[in-house]
C-alpha cells in the first residue's frame, strides 16, 4: 500500500480567493486523481493528474478552474481558484502504484468558502 | 455514470454477517468488481476487488455470481467499526478510472 498525505487537511476561505492542496505520496506511483466530493454526496473525479504534462480533466472541470501540477512521481498539487461557496468540499487525492492494480485514497482536505 | 446499483442503506447487528449486494448487469469480461468503504470524514479505504472468482482477505469476502452481473460483499463479523459508506465500483483493465455510485450506508448497531 501506499502511505498518502495531503496539506491542508482543512482550511476555510474567503470567495474569490484560490487555494493550493498538496499530495505527497511516499512510494512512486504511476497514476494520480483529484476527487472532489460535495456535503452528503459521493466522490466524483476532478482529473487524472499526469507527470510533466497538463491534467486530463472530466467533463464538467476546466483546468483554469482547477489547475493541476504534477512535477514528480510522488507529487501533485490542485488549485481550488476564484473560489464560490460551491467550492466548499472534500478534495481527495488518489494514486495507482505501480505495478499494481489498487487504487488508493488519501485523508482529504476539508475546504469551507465563505 | 457509475454501472452499479447498490440499496441506498442497510442495517446490521453486531456480530453477524453483514452481506452487502451490487448489481452491475452491464459488466463487460475485462472489467473488475472492487469494493472501497468511507468512514465518516475519511478518505476511501480499499477493501477488496475481483474479476470472476469469489476472493477473500482478511477484511471481507467478495462473491461474484456466476454471470457477473451481480456480487456480494461479505463482512463476516460486523463491529461498530464497519459502519460506513460501502461502494461497488466496476473498472476495465484499460482504464485508470474509478467512478463512483452512490453506495450503500451500513449502519451497524448494539
Known amino acids: 500500500s501506499a502511505v498518502i498525505s495531503q496539506k491542508p487537511s482543512r482550511d476555510i476561505c474567503q470567495r474569490g480567493t484560490s487555494l493550493t492542496i498538496q499530495c505527497q505520496v511516499d512510494s512512486q506511483v504511476t497514476m494520480m486523481f483529484w476527487y472532489r466530493q460535495q456535503p452528503g454526496q459521493s466522490l466524483t473525479l476532478i482529473a487524472t493528474a499526469n507527470q510533466g504534462s497538463e491534467a486530463t480533466y472530466e467533463s464538467g472541470f476546466v483546468i483554469d478552474k482547477f489547475p493541476i501540477s504534477r512535477p514528480n512521481l510522488t507529487f501533485s498539487t490542485l488549485t481550488v481558484s476564484n473560489m464560490s461557496p460551491e467550492d466548499s468540499s472534500i478534495y481527495l487525492c488518489s494514486v495507482r502504484l505501480s505495478r499494481e492494480e489498487t487504487q488508493y485514497f488519501g485523508p482529504g482536505t476539508r475546504l469551507l468558502v465563505l | 455514470d457509475a454501472k452499479t446499483t447498490q440499496p441506498p442503506s442497510m442495517d446490521c447487528a453486531e456480530g453477524r454477517a453483514a452481506n452487502l449486494p451490487c448489481n452491475h448487469s452491464?459488466?463487460?469480461?475485462?472489467?473488475?468488481v472492487y469494493w472501497y468503504r468511507q468512514i465518516h470524514s475519511q478518505g476511501p479505504q480499499y477493501i477488496i476487488h475481483g474479476l470472476k472468482n469469489n476472493e477473500t482477505n482478511e477484511m471481507a469476502s467478495l462473491i461474484i455470481t456466476e454471470d457477473r452481473k451481480s456480487s456480494t460483499l461479505i463482512l463476516p463479523h460486523a463491529t461498530l467499526r464497519d459502519t460506513a459508506v460501502y461502494y461497488c465500483i466496476v473498472r476495465g483493465d484499460n482504464t485508470d478510472k474509478l467512478i463512483f455510485g452512490t453506495g450503500t450506508r451500513l449502519q451497524v448497531f448494539p
Open positions: 452491464t459488466i463487460s469480461g475485462n472489467e473488475y
